[in-house]
DNA sequence: TTTATTTAATTGACATATCAATTATATTTG
DNA sequence: CAAATATAATTGATATGTCAATTAAATAAA
């Protein structure tokens, strides 16, 4: 009977809870008081600063209801600004505030140093691989 | 400059998320009312029945505070018991009760559906060079 | 053997995930 | 236009993740 082990699933959730872990844990070292969850949220509206709540979730595969306490905590932290659009009172601007422009380009050199560091050695090749799996198992499933 | 799309970690983040989603949905579908964490780690048990509740978290890459907390909802639904060890009085025996193996059971059927839909049309040689892939960048990491 | 150290597990605090219900607003339809 | 429907976001409840502090027991060291 297989084991747990032997599962292509618990390599993936590994490899992305050992990454997250890691690159948690150089964020922490140097300082820098922000969640991967939140600087990813933040990187998402300061790519596009239109975007609505639910995009962000979608983007981010996360839920709307983890994007409205993340946005919360943002707000709180004074790295974002959100007031209602005049066109859809539904609906918020979301704007990095000067500290949420500071702190994302903080985080850009440990990103990168995460990202290669993970990455090392490992040539672009498998990484189109990787990426084409990958790919198949999510259409596989929706 | 990089999209957040380009990157090769939230393609594995996505497709871990889109499988526990689909394979979480199938199950309560089915009626059986677990969720695939707290199966994960009655399965555990299941294999090894004398395994510390440490080494559990280490083998489901999860932290030993959540491994008390899903212990003790395992024990509440009537899955798991749970004793004090005679030898040493830290630990805890840790054994399926009737229900926790016929759930077991019932389960097992669902998750064989689940692995195959999801690895549909993807070779063995993808699989193992996805597996090889994942596990270089979990050696780069640690 | 007493004390110090290590180990296993728990607990508290806070962040995030997920689902369902709700609120407020916008859009569609009769 | 008024009523019905759809959409965006929030909120509550529960589960899980993570870290730090704590408790209880076992083991090592003085």
Same mark, same amino acid.
């Given at each position: 009977?297989?084991? %747990? /082990?032997?599962?292509?699933?618990?390599? @993936?959730?590994?490899?992305?809870?050992?990454?997250?872990?890691? +690159?948690?844990?150089?964020? #922490?070292? +140097?300082?820098?008081?922000?969640?991967?969850?939140?600087?990813?949220?933040?990187?998402?509206?300061?790519?596009?600063? #239109?975007?609505?709540?639910?995009?962000? *979730?979608?983007?981010?595969?996360?839920?709307? *209801?983890? @994007?409205?306490?993340? @946005?919360?905590? %943002?707000?709180?932290?004074?790295?974002? #600004?959100?007031? %209602?659009?005049?066109?859809?009172?539904?609906?918020?601007?979301? =704007?990095?505030? /000067?500290?949420?422009?500071?702190?994302?380009? !903080?985080?850009?050199?440990?990103?990168?140093?995460?990202?290669?560091? *993970?990455?090392?050695?490992? =040539? /672009?090749?498998?990484?189109?691989?990787?990426?084409? =799996?990958?790919? !198949? @198992?999510?259409?596989?499933? /929706?």
């Amino acid at each position: 009977m297989e084991k %747990l /082990n032997d599962i292509i699933f618990y390599s @993936i959730e590994k490899s992305i809870k050992a990454y997250r872990q890691f +690159a948690q844990k150089n964020i #922490s070292k +140097a300082g820098i008081e922000i969640t991967i969850d939140q600087w990813l949220v933040l990187k998402t509206i300061e790519e596009d600063n #239109s975007i609505s709540q639910k995009d962000i *979730a979608h983007k981010t595969f996360k839920d709307v *209801a983890s @994007i409205t306490r993340i @946005i919360e905590l %943002l707000v709180q932290k004074g790295y974002l #600004s959100r007031n %209602l659009k005049s066109e859809d009172r539904r609906r918020f601007d979301l =704007t990095l505030t /000067n500290e949420g422009n500071v702190i994302i380009e !903080k985080m850009q050199p440990y990103i990168q140093i995460n990202r290669s560091q *993970a990455l090392k050695n490992i =040539t /672009n090749e498998e990484i189109m691989n990787l990426q084409s =799996t990958l790919l !198949k @198992i999510i259409s596989n499933i /929706n």
